[in-house]
Nanobody, 127 residues
Framework: QVQLKETGGGLAAAGASLRLSCAASGLTFSRYAVGWFRQAPGKEREFVGAISWSGGRRIFYSDSVKGRFTISRDNANGTVYVQMNSLQPEDTAVYYC???????????????????WGQGTQVTVSS
């Protein structure tokens, strides 16, 4: 059974940084593209960024976080990270990581591409 788990959320002041982690079990994580999404109260789920499988060397972001967030992966530890800098109150949301349905993908912004999802971690940014 595939499971993804996000950790690292919490409360941060505007301008501060947080790093979220996404760990997986039940699949060879390095072979899968991973996307990060977020959902704020009353809003639809929003794409944050994605990283391809470890051999794809592709990372891309939504315009709303580009230049502030950095996604990376540690294949030795089977973990994908998102480093979030210069946090703003509008970054407040539940953050989810997700793995694509099939291995060796490059990642997309479409949530339907991803078959395996974590339960999410809350990030709250105070002004």
């Amino acid at each position: 059974q595939v499971q993804l788990k996000e950790t690292g959320g919490g409360l941060a002041a505007a301008g501060a940084s947080l790093r979220l982690s996404c760990a997986a079990s039940g699949l060879t994580f390095s072979r899968y593209a991973v996307g990060w999404f977020r959902q704020a109260p009353g809003k639809e789920r929003e794409f944050v960024g994605a990283i391809s499988w470890s051999g794809g060397r592709r990372i891309f972001y939504s315009d709303s976080v580009k230049g502030r967030f950095t996604i990376s992966r540690d294949n030795a530890n089977g973990t994908v990270y998102v480093q979030m800098n210069s946090l703003q109150p509008e970054d407040t949301a539940v953050y989810y990581c997700a793995a694509e349905k099939s291995p060796y993908g490059l990642g997309t912004h479409r949530a339907t591409t991803y078959a395996y999802w974590g339960q999410g971690t809350q990030v709250t940014v105070s002004s």
